[in-house]
């Protein structure tokens, strides 16, 4: 919900708060589910595209917790969010939002309404968000590994609150998964041992504690140009031996792990016409060696990009989104 504050004076000290919200036969919403965010302004001077405008917008919502001082005759937005516990019982829950300054005492009713159920921990819908903890650590300042630690954690948190997944590129950047190669006495080409025990512990807690839902698995052996992989070119009796034995691997520990299913290889990004060849056989290399696991192509779905092996996990931009097509493509 959202509250408007606008005063024909200066209100110095003001802020927010309110009790426990009660409901059916005595059932709390406890005063710590309720949040009050303080919506704050940017100054948009060269709008990215025609779509914006100059001007101010609102967009960040940070914690309304220490008094402010409002100025008058301006909107001066709150907006509330109840996070409503789990297993409480149905119906109306009450009470009273308390709007104090120096100078000036106010109050408002909230009423929140709780259906006769419960989310599931984990979203229904999937999702992976385009997160880099590179920046985030940068934005911060964040220069020692307890800091960046710290920072990544509540960045986590925040995530798992809204119900995202933000691993659609890497996943925890503490502990990534390893790969060490060596080689069979027989000379039989490259054999890669997976070091993985990190990864999968931090994983595991992650998926445990913020419930998040799907993660890009990085592949080796499938950028560059030409790709590599353990030192041998594309094309090489090596190159086929290596990379049919790491996804026969990884796809094993995903499978033992119960995370087939939250997996999948995102390798290129908007490919163009020129590149469509080569997508197509990084796709069949893939669906042949990994079947198990999900092949996301960032592009809108192509003839060009049919077939055997084909993509089988599409994330079209918007202004290229069609339904027709996309239902074709699900048949």
Excluded at 153 to 161: C, L, Q, T
Excluded at 182 to 199: F, H, I, K, Q, S
Excluded at 273 to 299: Q, S
Aim: charged share 25%.
């Amino acid at each position: 919900a959202q509250l408007v504050v606008r005063t024909q004076l200066p209100l110095r000290g003001f802020l927010p708060s309110v009790g426990p919200l009660r409901g059916p036969g005595g059932a709390l919403i406890p005063a710590s589910a309720v949040e009050f965010l303080r919506a704050r302004y940017v100054s948009v001077v060269q709008p990215t595209d025609d779509a914006g405008a100059a001007g101010r917008w609102p967009d960040p919502l940070p914690p309304f917790r220490a008094p402010a001082d409002l100025a008058p005759e301006v909107n001066h937005p709150i907006w509330i969010r109840v996070t409503v516990p789990i297993g409480i019982p149905a119906g109306m829950y009450g009470g009273t939002i308390r709007l104090a300054s120096e100078s000036y005492h106010a109050s408002a009713t909230l009423l929140v309404e709780v259906f006769d159920f419960d989310l599931p921990e984990e979203p229904a819908l999937r999702s992976a968000f385009g997160f880099d903890p590179e920046l985030a650590f940068r934005y911060h300042g964040a220069a020692d590994d307890a800091a960046r630690r710290a920072v990544l954690e509540r960045y986590w948190a925040d995530f798992g609150a809204h119900r995202i997944s933000p691993f659609a590129y890497g996943t925890a950047p503490f502990d990534p998964p390893v790969t060490a190669w060596t080689r069979t006495a027989d000379g039989a080409g490259p054999v890669p041992r997976l070091e993985w025990d990190a990864w999968e512990r931090e994983m595991t807690r992650l998926f445990a504690t913020y419930h998040f839902s799907a993660f890009a698995l990085d592949v080796p052996g499938l950028g560059g140009d030409p790709p590599t992989l353990a030192g041998h070119p594309e094309g090489s009796t090596a190159f086929d031996t290596a990379f049919g034995r790491w996804c026969a691997a990884a796809e094993a520990r995903l499978a033992a792990r119960g995370w087939l299913d939250r997996a999948f290889v995102y390798w290129i990004d908007e490919p163009s016409e020129k590149d469509f060849p080569r997508v197509m056989t990084g796709m069949r290399r893939l669906a042949d060696r990994m079947p198990r696991v999900a092949r996301l192509l960032t592009k809108e779905p192509r003839a060009e990009l049919e077939g055997p092996g084909a993509p089988n996990l599409w994330c079209p931009i918007l202004d290229a989104w069609n339904p027709d097509r996309a239902a074709a493509r699900r048949r």
